[in-house]
T-cell receptor
Framework: GQQLNQSPQSMFIQEGEDVSMNCTSS?????WLWYKQEPGEGPVLLIA?????ELTSNGRLTAQFGITRKDSFLNISASIPSDVGIYFC??????????FGTGTRLKVLA | GAVVSQHPSWVICKSGTSVKIECRSL??????MFWYRQFPKQSLMLMAT?????????EQGVEKDKFLINHASLTLSTLTVTSAHPEDSSFYIC?????????????FGPGTRLLVL
């Protein structure tokens, strides 16, 4: 199936550093969702975005819906070891059927 | 937040047998649920869209007779892997669509790991 381009694919960072990742698409999306998945578990919803330009925070996480509606960004501030996991973006070009990014694997060095 | 459960969380079966996986939305009604398959270190691949009271919609390349989906109520969808073979071993994850006005999100279950011997 179709997938979004998500980058970076993986990253190692020092504890306390800020993290940025993004997803881009050739299609316009109406909704962007960001999830975190830990090994052996299902993805957990972090942030949902519904309007172009929208900026939404959830604790140390901030995500933005790109104004072109073809991209979205997720930032994690002051990373901690429990931020380890795989982060997925998901975009919906229409209603309800989402396309998932390839994931960003985050590893935090204490 | 919305809660979606899956049962069983893991299952081991012999080749040729059928396995049923349940997906329940615990605190909201979901007319639409989704079934995904995930291989190690890969993203989620949509298998089918489960619609309450109607036939499921399968993605290209997914055998509908192999992966039977039933969405008999607003809180329950089941995926049955029929005549399972080792290549069907995977992590299966369901999600449920929740709407609030014009906004919608998907909430995922914890996944079911299937191992076919």
């Amino acid at each position: 199936g179709q997938q979004l381009n998500q980058s970076p694919q993986s990253m190692f960072i020092q504890e306390g550093e800020d993290v940025s990742m993004n997803c881009t698409s050739s299609s316009i999306f109406n909704t962007w969702l960001w999830y975190k998945q830990e090994p052996g578990e299902g993805p957990v919803l972090l942030i949902a975005l519904y309007k172009a330009g929208e900026l939404t925070s959830n604790g140390r996480l901030t995500a933005q819906f790109g104004i072109t509606r073809k991209d979205s960004f997720l930032n994690i501030s002051a990373s901690i070891p429990s931020d380890v996991g795989i982060y997925f973006c998901a975009g919906a070009p229409g209603t309800y059927k989402y396309i998932f990014g390839t994931g960003t694997r985050l590893k935090v060095l204490a | 937040g919305a809660v979606v459960s899956q049962h069983p969380s893991w299952v081991i079966c012999k080749s040729g047998t059928s396995v049923k996986i349940e997906c329940r939305s615990l605190d909201f009604q979901a007319t639409t649920m989704f079934w995904y398959r995930q291989f190690p270190k890969q993203s989620l691949m949509l298998m089918a869209t489960s619609n309450e009271g109607s036939k499921a919609t399968y993605e290209q390349g997914v055998e509908k007779d192999k992966f039977l989906i039933n969405h008999a109520s607003l809180t329950l969808s089941t995926l049955t892997v029929t005549s399972a073979h080792p290549e069907d071993s995977s992590f299966y994850i369901c999600s449920a669509r929740r709407t609030s006005g014009v906004q919608e999100t998907q909430y995922f279950g914890p996944g079911t790991r299937l191992l076919v011997l």
